[in-house]
């Protein structure tokens, strides 16, 4: 079982606004990193930090974090967003772990 | 540009052993932590086990403590992973990445499947 916990699916409309969570104890003292998956291809860096972007990255996607929850927001999806995406950040032992979430499948109607 | 390129996956036998490598350019590989990340078919990112720049730390996850040996060769720009004991559930693409705490950047991956 993962101790970063995502919903394994969710929807939203073209144009429409979209918010992925992620949910662990290490997230009250560790950022979540957000990564986009698209079928058949490697994993995609897309937030990092606070709210970081790595070059490449539309400035549509952004991050934010509350607690024991971080969140991928993506205003205005594109069709080209539908993916599926991983939380990551340590665990919440010391031990300096890094976890994944269980993934989130985006399906952009 | 930074590339990772993982080598070495296959078909393996249930108690058997494979060692993959992955080569990396475009960026100074021994300043650098290293990852191997899995995906088993149809399922999530599994983080594997990360190195230290310099060797002296390695981490493992559970499922495969005392199993698996992660290496690094920096003056050859390359990353290994030895894995032992292999078991069906070790079954998935094994991604080489570079780690920042964060992965920034990944490879294409390289299957491996244990089965008899």
């Known amino acids: 079982s993962s101790e970063l916990t995502q919903d394994p699916a969710v929807s939203v409309a073209l144009g429409q606004t979209v918010r992925i969570t992620c949910q662990g104890d290490s997230l009250r003292s560790y950022y979540a990193s957000w990564y986009q998956q698209k079928p058949g291809q490697a994993p995609v860096l897309v937030i990092y930090g606070k709210n970081n972007r790595p070059s490449g990255i539309p400035d549509r996607f952004s991050g934010s974090s509350s607690g024991n929850t971080a969140s991928l927001t993506i205003t205005g999806a594109q069709a080209e967003d539908e993916a599926d995406y991983y939380c990551?950040?340590?665990?919440?032992?010391?031990?300096?772990?890094?976890?994944f979430g269980g993934g989130t499948k985006l399906t952009v109607l | 540009q930074v590339q990772l390129v993982e080598s070495g996956g296959g078909l393996v036998k249930p108690g058997g052993s494979l060692r993959l490598s992955c080569a990396a350019s475009?960026?100074?590989?021994?300043?650098?932590?290293m990852s191997w990340i899995r995906q088993a078919p149809g399922k999530g990112l599994e983080w594997v086990s990360y190195?230290?720049?310099?060797?002296?730390?390695?981490n493992y996850a559970d499922s495969v403590k005392g199993r698996f040996t992660i290496s690094r060769d920096n003056a050859k720009n390359s990353l290994y992973l030895q894995m032992n004991s292999l078991r069906a559930e070790d079954t998935a693409v094994y991604y080489c990445?570079?780690?920042?705490?964060?992965?920034?950047?990944w490879g294409q991956g390289t299957l491996v499947t244990v089965s008899s």
């Open positions: 990551n950040s340590r665990d919440s032992s010391g031990n300096h772990l890094r976890v």
């Open positions: 475009g960026f100074t590989f021994s300043d650098y932590y």
């Open positions: 990445a570079r780690d920042k705490t964060i992965f920034d950047y």
């Open positions: 190195i230290s720049s310099s060797s002296s730390y390695t």
